[in-house]
């Protein structure tokens, strides 16, 4: 069973660009978290998916990011006009249910310049 | 809101020493508790977990037990070796709710 794959796993954007992360949980995950961490910080939630549905977006900043989980293929963490503090590590983790414990990604490191 | 107090870094240590990594939490209810692991350029692997109090998680060596009266999550192991070097971090997910919430990680440096 693979585990939880994200692409790409490196990711360098001008100031002003668009990224655009995926992930792909296990199979037969149905539930999707993703986190990032900043350098030399612990990682902190920003969203909750179930197939195409938000469950929990309270991490999420308020312009620019946006997720989804569509019934067919990876989850997308999408960041319009990048700005230098979004440099960051990204990490996807998937579920079974809720009563579960999550299963993380290798993460995507995206470096604005 | 809940939150993971986490002892700072990084720790060095030689090998075959005892290793402890105090981990404090702040929540509602009920939580679970986790200790990841996260080996450089990786993400993040469970090493153990607990979902109720007195419960005492292990798994290669390392072990950690929920404490409620103290609030507390301290990882253990008794000898360390070199391939224990990496970030640990400590996380909680309240009662109710799916998302983890995380420690600032502690960075482990064994020396042979």
């Known amino acids: 069973n693979a585990g939880v794959m994200q692409n790409p796993r490196h990711l360098v954007r001008r100031r002003g660009q668009e990224a655009r992360l995926r992930c792909s949980p296990m199979?037969?995950?149905?539930?999707v978290y993703w986190y990032r961490q900043l350098p030399e910080e612990g990682l902190k939630f920003m969203v909750y998916l179930q197939k195409e549905n938000i469950i929990d977006e309270s991490g999420m900043p308020k312009e620019r990011f946006s997720a989804e989980f569509p019934k067919e293929g990876p989850s997308i963490l999408r960041i319009q006009q990048v700005v230098r503090g979004d440099s960051a590590a990204y990490f996807c983790?998937?579920?079974?249910?809720?009563?579960?414990?999550?299963?993380f990604g290798p993460g995507t490191r995206l470096t604005v310049l | 809101g809940n939150s993971v107090t986490q002892m700072e870094g990084p720790v060095t240590l030689s090998e075959e020493a005892f290793l402890t990594i105090n981990c404090t939490y702040t929540?509602?209810?009920?939580?679970?508790l986790f200790w990841y692991v996260q080996y450089p350029g990786e993400g993040l692997q469970l090493l153990l977990k607990a979902t109720k109090a007195d419960d005492k998680g292990s798994n290669k060596g390392f072990e950690a037990t929920y404490r409620k009266e103290t609030t507390s999550f301290h990882l253990e192991k008794g000898s360390v070796q070199v391939s224990d070097s990496a970030v640990y971090f400590c996380a909680l997910s309240g009662q109710g709710a799916q998302k983890l919430v995380f420690g600032q990680g502690t960075r482990l440096t064994i020396n042979p």
């Open positions: 983790a998937s579920s079974p249910d809720i009563y579960n414990e999550q299963f």
């Open positions: 929540a509602t209810g009920y939580p679970s």
């Open positions: 199979k037969g995950h149905s539930h």
